[in-house]
């Protein structure tokens, strides 16, 4: 069973930056898209950014311009790099992928267990 591990996470300022890391590991096939979800307590887990296989990215709109996702295939890792924080986007960052882990199943969705990204004002 694939492993997603995050870091990262902390305390930051508005206006201050933060660059998560997720890696993936385990028995992986490959690996079709990464990213990034966030959650605040009491709401829906929200997609923050995603990153598929072949490059192309997804953002939030809430997120556009400000965060930049990216990967590193060799070492099955997704970074965020959140610029110009807000208190806003403080939440709990899910990372996520979607991975095969076998040629004889299908992808299927894997979650990291979060960090906790704080932006006071």
């Known amino acids: 069973q694939p492993q997603l591990v995050e870091s990262g996470g902390g305390l930051v300022q508005a206006g201050g930056s933060l660059r998560l890391s997720c890696a993936a590991s385990g028995r992986i096939f490959s690996i079709n898209a990464m990213g990034w979800y966030r959650q605040d307590p009491g709401k829906q887990r929200e997609l923050v950014a995603v990153?598929?296989?072949?490059?192309?990215?997804n953002y939030a709109d809430s997120v556009k311009g400000r965060f930049t996702i990216s990967r590193d295939n060799a070492k099955n890792t997704v970074y965020l790099q959140m610029n110009s924080l807000k208190p806003e986007d403080t939440a709990v960052y899910y990372c996520?992928?979607?991975?095969?882990?076998?040629?004889?199943?299908?992808?299927?969705?894997?979650w990291g267990q979060g960090t906790q990204v704080t932006v006071s004002s």
């Open positions: 990153i598929t296989s072949g490059g192309s990215t």
């Open positions: 996520y992928a979607k991975l095969v882990v076998s040629v004889i199943r299908p992808a299927y969705d894997y």
